[in-house]
Nanobody, 126 residues
Framework: QVQLVESGGGLVQAGGSLRLSCAAS????????MGWFRQAPGKEREFVAV????????YYADSMKGRFTISRDNAKNVVYLQMNSLEPEDTAVYHC???????????????????WGQGTQVTVSS
């Protein structure tokens, strides 16, 4: 089992920044690819970014490229999502997720991930 707890959400004005954190416990964190997803009210869960277990590979949804940065600290069992130039359209609950198995490479599909955090709310005001 992998337990995930997100933090760092809040209310920010458009153009502002937030850094989300996802603390992991349980199985060996450094062997799991980690992703961030978000879900706005009335919308389906949306892929944001993914980082491989070593941190050597990262991928982003097109609308987040250049604004969001995913990173991880395997010594601390934490994955981060730095969000800059936030827009009201970024308002959502942000969830981190871990791959189903070690050393696997899930991508955009939520069903490719086996473990989820409860989410943290990000609200961007105009």
């Amino acid at each position: 089992q992998v337990q995930l707890v997100e933090s760092g959400g809040g209310l920010v004005q458009a153009g502002g920044s937030l850094r989300l954190s996802c603390a992991a416990s349980g199985r060996i964190f450094s062997t799991y690819t980690m992703g961030w997803f978000r879900q706005a009210p009335g919308k389906e869960r949306e892929f944001v970014a993914v980082i491989s277990w070593s941190g050597g590979a990262t991928y982003y949804a097109d609308s987040m490229k250049g604004r969001f940065t995913i990173s991880r600290d395997n010594a601390k069992n934490v994955v981060y999502l730095q969000m800059n130039s936030l827009e009201p359209e970024d308002t959502a609950v942000y969830h981190c997720a871990a791959a189903r198995t070690p050393y696997s490479l899930p991508y955009k599909g939520a069903d490719e991930y086996g473990y989820w955090g409860q989410g943290t709310q990000v609200t961007v005001s105009s």
